[in-house]
T-cell receptor, first 115, second 117 residues
């Protein structure tokens, strides 16, 4: 079955540590996205990537980094520079045909807790 | 820049009653509009989307939404609520682009729907 997988589902981190969240898709989608979700704030865009080896900052990129070495993978690293990293992180992908906004499909999410 | 406002962070309805979740958007160009649903500790699932083809859009699980340009609204409705509809609902807006830029969505803050017996 085609879809988006995120791992792990729950992640605990000590303050000062970097941590990497995994996102893999087998939908053959071109574009991939990372969002952060906090209670009462909806989803906010962290980074997005249109093609391999290219990515753009979203609205809240500070303290995060990404890579896009393969079409199907878009890992997110939460660095120690992120002041408030505890949140629910969602990865999404879309076809990106370039003719208008395509539907974004979401993974199940990773809940990160900083201890 | 585009934005979305969802009126009411919590809505409670009785089972069998009408569901109405409000969404107003702001966009300087014709928008694409989406409604997503999220169950606890899960990702988002697309309910429906408006892409200028028809103003009344039907989605999954009996939901529909009507695009009203004059009111800049895209409210979500369902004639009869079911217990399984209890979830959080997000409205999102994106503007059409034709240069291959990835589709950036701007989300509202969400409305939590409670369905009571």
């Amino acid at each position: 079955d085609g879809g988006i997988t995120q791992s792990p589902k729950y992640l605990f981190r000590k303050e000062g540590q970097n941590v990497t969240l995994s996102c893999e898709q087998n939908l053959n989608h071109d574009a991939m996205y990372w969002y952060r979700q906090d209670p009462g704030q909806g989803l906010r865009l962290i980074y997005y990537s249109q093609i391999v080896n290219d990515f753009q900052k979203g609205d809240i990129a500070e303290g995060y980094s990404v890579s896009r070495e393969k079409k199907e993978s878009f890992p997110l690293t939460v660095t120690s520079a992120q002041k408030n990293p505890t949140a629910f992180y969602l990865c999404a992908s879309s076809i990106d045909r370039g003719s208008g906004p395509d539907t974004q499909y979401f993974g199940p999410g990773t809940r990160l807790t900083v201890l | 820049a585009q934005s979305v406002t969802q009126l009411g962070s919590h809505v409670s309805v009785s089972e069998g009653a009408l569901v109405l979740l409000r969404c107003n958007y702001s966009s300087s160009v014709p928008p694409y509009l989406f409604w997503y649903v999220q169950y606890p500790n899960q990702g988002l699932q697309l309910l429906l989307k408006y892409t200028s083809a028809a103003t009344l859009v039907k989605g999954i699980n009996g939901f529909e939404a009507e695009f009203k340009k004059s009111e800049t609204s895209f409210h979500l409705t369902k004639p009869s609520a079911h217990m399984s509809d209890a979830a959080e609902y997000f409205c999102a807006v994106s503007v059409g682009v034709n240069t291959g830029t990835a589709s950036k969505l701007t989300f509202g803050t969400g409305t939590r729907l409670q369905v009571t017996l």
